[in-house]
């Protein structure tokens, strides 16, 4: 299963998984539940985190966290990818790189997104197309390590 994260609520690289036949579970941060509505129209799986307010606040942070953390042990791939809502940390896609042993592949024009690349993903990704590439490969090999 490929998890991919959208802190910005857009499902683009979820779709475009999915639609190269691809197991993806979506999550993310939502204010209302067009996004859940959305992901489940386009076919995915998700387990989306409600805000409990307007704004994201310290603790819908810690609880997002500790959410992707049990949900990445479960994935072969992690994929963090979009735009950070201005309410986190320049370092947002950093602390959940750090949080999980699963590989991660970032792909976001986030600034800065040196931040992210600074805590070793496994792979960066500069367009869609060599992020799908990527995470198909990696999703091969998880599948077949001892190809």
Not at 41 to 54: H, K, M, N, V, Y
Request: glycine share 8%; charged share 20%; net charge negative.
């Amino acid at each position: 299963m490929i998890l991919t994260v959208t802190l910005d609520e857009d499902l683009a690289v979820a779709r475009a998984l999915r639609g190269l036949g691809l197991e993806v579970m979506v999550t993310g941060l939502v204010r209302d539940q067009a996004l859940r509505r959305d992901a489940l129209a386009a076919g995915l799986r998700e387990s989306l985190f409600e805000l409990t307010g307007p704004t994201l606040s310290i603790s819908d942070w810690a609880d997002f966290v500790g959410g992707f953390y049990a949900l990445a042990a479960r994935a072969s791939v992690v994929v963090l990818s979009g735009g950070l809502p201005e309410e986190l940390p320049d370092d947002a896609f950093a602390q959940l790189i750090r949080t999980t042993g699963t590989p991660v592949v970032l792909w976001t024009s986030a600034p800065p997104p040196h931040a992210g690349i600074a805590a070793r993903p496994a792979a960066v990704a500069t367009s869609m197309a060599e992020l799908t590439r990527t995470v198909t490969e990696m999703e091969e090999l998880h599948a077949h390590p001892d190809r």
